[in-house]
Each structure stands twice: as structure tokens, then as C-alpha cells.
């Protein structure tokens, strides 16, 4: 029956559900021995700390909704690459940068490295400046670019005496910061383990620095001689473009890098370590390939910024005022990363596995719904009031059906439909007809036998049955399947306007219908009645037939489109 199929769907429906749920009831405790991570089970409590061993062992017995977290591996990473600086001067590119790091995940997005770089920038600028003046005595371009070494209280500034230099600078940097780096792309919908992640990062950490210029010749006894002469790199007026003005600065300069830069007035440990320190802040961008289980490769490009203006060594623009930007490193970096741990305890960092594993093999696990039916009807043992012979259909609760309630199901009855006058039949379900005389009880013994019937009530303009009146119509049908010569009366009332008319047809349709269709009484044990007076609107009255009395099991609805207009 359809039906029958609709209910199997529904149970087996909740029988998996059920079966879900049950993996974290405390009366079925998880017992699966196969690995989620690569060798790494669930069930294993070496994977586990002291602190998560706990949370593993409630869950192990089904008290506990999640599983421990297990014991991951470091990482320890070297790296190198190019170190810039973007400051006031124009930066030389390919100057170079060192790291290591140590990493450990907090969890399967984000993880805390610990990391030391070690950097070499270097800048030259190609078009003359003069800000330099603005610094004074303070400022080593002031007296180490001017062809005359002025003390304080001598000359008068002449630009011809501090004629246009051109920047440069070579400045090591060194930095120590502890980064929280953020990773989602492990997390995989479609596959276990992912062989590239991007994460992002941002890092606090402190700083130190020591500049110095390309200013002097080699002589260093007068000073005048010993300054570079700014003024021949284009006396006369030809190198004007990029390459050739740095071609022959080159050809100029010796490259020792021989004067410090001025040291940064707003850095209260400007003289630590014979240069300049400050706490510094730092954000990036990484993507990491996954060579092997304990080796991965890192592309990374990180910002570093410490508020000084003098990374480079100039903070005087050329109107001779400070400049309103500060310096700004860049760490652009290819390193190689490696997992450390016995694999027999730690799993790999869990920023490379995937979160989604546990759930999607739970999930796998879930195991083939069985639902028993012992006689095959298609409803299951535990709805099934009924051990069916085979082949016969069934109710929604298993039993036979049986259309004419001659108590042989139809699969037997080799007369479907018997009238209730011919009833009772024989093992064939065929009737006698006609009745014996004096076979047929009196009828006048029917409303004895039926005894008082209770009433169907429905809600105001309405013709749905309610499950009380459901219940009580199952009543009804006991009783007259009990006496199967009594027929029943089935009255309806109102019929002062067609609504109402239409109404009561529709009350006493109903009660017949469900009693046929739902409960297997034969439709000719009914006398329909509707539109009487006398009664309640939205009630049906069922009593047992007089003797005698007759009238058909149903009639034509009085005003069948009436809801159409």
C-alpha cells in the first residue's frame, strides 16, 4: 500500500537519525578504531595531554559530545628573501633578509610563531636634494656633504657652500615579534587533506637599527677633500635621466658607507646597542605548499612598521620642513618549514588538517537501517498488530483488510462484497442468501444491541474530523462490526439557507466515508440523512435503524459548486 511505504520512509528516516544520535548517548560510547588524521585514531589516548585526556575519556564512554584535542607537532622554519625599506629615499631592490620562527597551532585556524629577522636595506636616490641644511649640526649630510666644514657660530649658510647632495644609505635591521597567524583553507568540503594554505598574520614585536651614508672619499684628514662632490655628478647638465645620473654616482662613490646616519630623537633608547630601538608592529600575507607530512614550502610577504621617520636616514623634505610620512619595512621571503614530533604521538600541525574529517567519518559510519517485518506486509514489527498471511494487503497497522467486514480478509474472501442481510458466511466469505427462515435476528434487537451512539461534533464551518471524533468513529465501528445485521441512521441538521443544506450533506458524508475507507464497514450498513431539523448545526447524530427502516447509504449533494460561486 502506498501508505504503508510512506510509513517505512518516515521510520527509516528516524531510525537514522537515531542511529546518529546514539554515537553520543552515554548508552552508546564511540568504539571506532579508524584513523581520522593519517595514522591517528580518535580512540587512541596517546594523542592526548593530561588536560585533554579527561574530555577524551568522558567522550569515549558517550558522556561527552567531543572528542579531545590531540597533541600536535612544531614548526621550525627558516627563510630568506629581500629586505626593503620605503622611506624618503629611493630603495635598492634584491637587498637581503633572514628569519627563523618557531610555530605552534592553538587550533585548526590559528596558531602563535615566535620569529627572529635579520635585514639589509639599502637606498640611493637619483635627483639632488637639499633638505639636508634644514637639519643643522645634528644631521650627518649637514656637515659631511658641504665642501667647508662650518662649526656653530661661523659662516652664514651659502648655498654655494651646501650645494645639492644625493641621499643614500645602508641601514641593518634586526627584529624579534611573536605573531598570531590565521588559517582557514585547510577547511575542505570535498577532500581530506589540502596540499596548499593561505593564512594571514599580525605581530607585535620590538626593533633595532643602525644606518649609515655613502658620504666621504677615502682621505680623512681635510675635510673639505674628504666630502664626495655632489656638484661633477651632472656639472654639465647632460646626465638628466635614471640610469645614466646612477652610473656615474656610482662611478663616484666607494661604497663604504662611511658616515651613521642621524640617530632618531623620538626613540628614548636611540643609543641601545649602538643604533636605534623600538617596539614594532607587523601584517602579511602567506601561502604554503605541503611537500611531505613533515616539510612544507612558504611564500610570505610581511610589512613591519616602528614609527621612525630615519630607517634611511633623511626626515627633511626639500622645503625644508619634516616629512609627514614614516619609514615602512617590507620582508618579502621563501622559506622551509619542518614538523617536529613522533608521529606515533602528535599529529601534523593542525593548521594542515582538515577540521572536517571527524564529522564526515561519523557520518560514514552510520550503519545499514534494518527495520524488522517479520510477516512482509510492509509495516514494521513494532506497528504491525497483525502476523499477515502472505500476499494479503494490509492497513496502517497491519491487519487485513477486510472490505465487507464478514470477518474474512479480502485475500480469501471469494465474495468481496456481502451484503450484511447474507452475513454470516462461510470460510469462503461467501454469504447465504437467501436467509433461512428465522436465521436473521429480530432487528427490533439492534438498538439494544448498539446501545446509545455517541455524536460527532465539527468545528464551525467546518468539515474536517477532529482525532476525538476520529476516535470515537472507531468506536462506532467496533460496535456495528459486533452486530453485523444492524444498520445505523446518520443525521445531519439545518437546511434553512444552501450553505447549511450543503453543510450537513457534507457532516454526514464524512461520517460515512471515514467509517467505510478508514474502519472496513460496508457502505450498506448506513442511512443517510442530512438537512433535518431539530438538531445541532454542526453535529452528526448516529443511532441504530428501526425495524423496518431503510433508505439509501448516500444521496447527491444538494449544492455541489456552491463554494465555486
Known amino acids: 500500500m502506498k501508505n504503508s511505504k510512506s510509513l517505512s520512509l518516515i521510520l527509516g528516516l528516524s531510525a537514522y537519525i537515531g542511529s546518529v544520535n546514539a554515537q553520543v548517548s552515554p548508552s552508546h560510547p564511540y568504539t571506532a578504531p579508524h584513523p581520522i588524521y593519517g595514522t591517528f585514531s580518535v580512540t587512541d589516548s596517546n594523542y592526548y595531554n593530561k588536560k585533554q ?66 635585514g639589509i636595506a639599502k637606498g640611493q636616490n637619483w635627483r639632488p636634494s637639499t633638505g639636508y641644511t634644514a637639519g643643522g649640526y645634528t644631521n650627518p649630510w649637514f656637515y659631511r656633504y658641504t665642501k667647508n666644514s662650518v662649526l656653530p657660530g661661523g659662516n652664514v649658510w651659502n648655498p654655494i657652500d651646501y650645494p645639492a647632495v644625493y ?47 655613502d658620504a666621504m672619499h677615502q682621505v680623512r684628514g681635510d675635510a673639505e677633500s674628504a666630502a664626495y662632490d655632489f656638484a661633477s655628478v651632472n656639472s654639465d647638465g647632460v646626465y638628466t635621466n635614471r640610469k645614466d645620473v646612477l652610473k656615474r654616482l656610482k662611478d663616484l662613490q666607494n661604497g663604504e658607507y662611511d658616515t651613521p646616519i642621524e640617530r632618531d630623537p623620538s626613540k628614548p633608547y636611540s643609543d641601545m646597542f649602538r643604533g636605534n630601538i623600538a617596539p614594532s608592529v607587523s601584517g602579511g600575507l602567506g601561502l604554503a605548499f605541503r611537500l611531505s607530512p613533515r616539510i612544507n614550502l612558504a611564500i610570505e610577504d610581511r610589512v613591519i612598521y616602528n614609527g621612525s621617520d630615519l630607517l634611511d636616514g633623511v626626515r627633511w623634505d626639500e622645503y625644508k620642513t619634516l616629512s609627514p610620512d614614516k619609514d615602512l619595512m617590507n620582508y618579502l621571503t621563501v622559506g622551509l618549514n619542518f614538523n617536529l614530533g613522533n608521529k606515533s604521538r602528535r599529529v601534523e600541525p593542525l593548521y594542515w588538517l582538515n577540521s572536517m574529517n571527524y564529522a564526515y567519518s561519523e557520518l560514514r559510519r552510520v550503519p545499514e537501517i534494518i527495520l524488522p517485518d517479520a510477516d512482509g506486509d510492509g509495516v514494521t514489527d513494532q506497528f504491525d498488530q497483525e502476523q499477515t498471511p502472505a500476499g494479503c494487503p494490509v492497513d496502517l497497522h497491519g491487519v487485513s483488510l477486510d472490505t465487507d467486514g464478514d470477518g474474512v480478509p479480502d485475500c480469501k474472501d471469494k465474495e468481496l462484497v456481502t451484503p450484511t442481510y447474507c452475513q454470516p458466511v462461510d470460510a469462503d466469505g461467501v454469504g447465504k442468501c437467501p436467509c433461512p427462515e428465522g436465521c436473521a435476528p429480530a432487528q427490533s434487537d439492534c438498538a439494544a444491541s448498539l446501545g446509545a451512539l455517541p455524536s460527532i461534533h465539527f468545528a464551525a464551518n467546518s468539515n474536517k474530523l477532529s482525532d476525538d471524533a476520529a476516535a470515537t468513529l472507531a468506536t462506532v465501528a467496533s460496535k456495528l462490526k459486533a452486530n453485523p445485521n444492524c444498520k445505523v441512521v446518520v443525521v445531519g441538521y439545518c437546511a434553512a439557507t444552501k450553505r447549511q443544506q450543503q453543510l450537513s450533506w457534507d457532516h454526514v458524508n464524512k461520517v460515512i466515508s471515514h467509517l467505510v475507507e478508514k474502519e472496513g464497514v460496508s457502505s450498506d450498513r448506513f442511512i443517510f440523512s442530512s438537512g433535518q431539523e431539530g438538531g445541532d448545526c454542526d453535529a452528526v447524530d448516529i443511532r441504530a435503524a428501526a425495524p423496518g427502516e431503510d433508505g439509501p447509504n448516500t444521496v447527491a449533494p444538494p449544492h455541489p459548486n456552491l463554494r465555486k460561486n
Do not use: C
Open 53 to 118: 585526556l579527561a574530555q577524551h575519556n568522558e567522550f569515549m564512554v558517550g558522556s561527552q559530545d567531543y572528542p579531545g584535542k590531540p597533541k600536535d607537532m612544531w614548526e621550525v622554519g627558516i627563510k630568506g628573501g629581500i629586505f626593503t625599506i620605503g622611506g624618503d629615499v629611493d630603495a635598492v631592490l634584491g637587498t637581503p633578509g633572514f628569519g627563523i620562527h618557531v610555530r605552534k597551532s592553538l587550533g585548526h585556524t590559528l596558531s602563535l610563531r615566535l620569529e627572529y629577522m635579520y
Open 167 to 213: 641621499y643614500n644609505y645602508k641601514t641593518e635591521v634586526q627584529e624579534l615579534s611573536l605573531q598570531l597567524l590565521a588559517n582557514i583553507h585547510n577547511i575542505r568540503f570535498y577532500k581530506a587533506q589540502t596540499g596548499v594554505t593561505l593564512y594571514a598574520l599580525a605581530g607585535l614585536g620590538v626593533s633595532t637599527w643602525k644606518g649609515r651614508v
